[in-house]
């Protein structure tokens, strides 16, 4: 994988609206240091910047806050959501775990939008406390955060081992993931068989989780929020499973810094209506030893992102996956009368009467 050491390099997070976040576009740059999903040709969208913003602004000249000496290795967007955080603002660590005992400070761009920071500084004491504890599972202390303009004396920018909504996740990356998954964590034990909830609060939920996980629980399946958990023990509690049933959603990204386990098999629910299957697919499969997915037969539309949506799974299509996925799964006492009725009433407690019901007919 690539990386290059360039000087006086200029930071501006203003400049995340455009071409990369963070890094100021010079001949001498190169085009990896730019924020990638889907392809390395396809640059991403920032958070929190509408798409009529994204567009190149920038010009020279334009006034710094303040010139920093030293040395540092570029991190990159700094997203304030769990799975992003996982599956991208990771991506450049892999140079960081390549080369232990380096001097090189961590540096990071929060986006405009997505921290609120007084006085344009922004601390690690102020991350919130999930990211402080995926920083320390790395070994990154102290990392440089960048809030305002300025310019870096030394700045090594390794390109993203990862893409997320791609087939690009490269296999060095994976292997030193996974090497730094087991010095920390220790050797994989596969041992458990575990169905993934997503707390209520969490918009996007399956109506009806609650019958779907007591059915796998009469078979053996331990129901866990990994939410609850602290971040290592996250790694842990899914690294060391051998089955996952789960809804799509954050918990199954943590995958995405485990590097490759191919002692867990996981039967997802597909809860994004017009989200593509193949999408998330390509971002978890080559993490896991397998992957299906059930689709939904509805979704409820929240009025806003379909990142919102409630969904409604197919029951038959859940049976059929599961008969497949693992075969000591006993379905049978699983009321689809009980399943429906948990449906109906989520709908009646959860829903306005401006939503409006999607169904699936693929």
């Known amino acids: 994988m690539r990386f290059q050491t360039s000087s006086n ?3 501006d997070p203003q400049v995340a609206k455009s071409w990369t976040p ?41 006034t ?3 010139r920093v000496k030293g040395e540092f290795w570029y991190g990159g967007l700094l997203d304030d959501r769990f799975g992003h955080f996982l599956t991208e603002t990771m991506t450049r660590v892999w140079w960081h775990l390549s080369n232990p005992g380096h001097s090189r400070r961590a540096v990071f761009v929060a986006v405009d939008g997505s921290y609120d920071s007084k006085n344009n500084e922004f ?19 102290d990392p440089l955060i960048v809030t305002s303009p300025l310019e870096l004396e030394s700045l090594l920018i390794p390109e993203q081992g990862a893409l997320l909504f791609s087939d690009i996740h490269e296999p060095e990356y994976q292997s030193i993931l996974s090497d730094h ?13 575990l169905f993934l909830t997503r707390p209520e609060t969490i918009s996007g939920a ?18 866990i929020s990994t939410e609850k958990l602290p971040f ?16 799509q959603g954050s918990a199954l990204h943590l995958f995405n810094v485990l590097g490759k386990v191919p002692s867990t098999k996981v039967l997802l ?8 299957s193949s999408a998330f697919a390509s971002t978890l499969g080559p993490y896991v030893g397998s992957l299906d997915i059930s689709m939904p037969m509805a979704r409820i539309r929240s009025g806003r992102s379909t990142n919102h949506d409630q969904t409604i799974v197919d029951i038959l299509d859940v049976e059929q996956k599961t008969r497949q996925f693992d075969p000591s799964v006993s379905l049978i006492g699983f009321s689809s009368n009980k399943y429906l009725e948990e449906i109906l009433d989520g709908i009646k407690r959860g829903m306005p009467l401006n939503k409006t019901i999607h169904i699936n007919r693929s």
């Open 123 to 141: 601390t690690f004491a102020e991350l919130r406390s999930w990211q402080r504890q995926v920083f320390e599972y790395f070994n990154i202390e």
């Open 181 to 193: 998954a087991t010095s920390v964590l220790g050797a994989i034990k596969p041992e458990r068989k």
């Open 206 to 223: 399956v109506i009806g989780e609650k019958a779907l996980a007591q059915a796998f629980e009469r078979s053996g399946y331990e129901i």
């Open 9 to 11: 390099v200029f930071i």
């Open 22 to 62: 963070g890094i100021v576009p010079r001949e001498d740059i190169p085009n990896f240091a730019a924020f990638y999903r889907w392809s390395r040709e396809r640059l991403a969208p920032v958070p929190g910047v509408p798409p009529e913003r994204a567009t190149p602004k920038w010009t020279s000249p334009y």
């Open 232 to 247: 290592i023990e996250q790694l842990q509690t899914v690294r060391n499973a051998t089955y996952i049933v789960a809804s």
């Open 269 to 276: 629910f597909q809860r994004l209506g017009d989200y593509s």
């Open 64 to 66: 710094l806050r303040s």
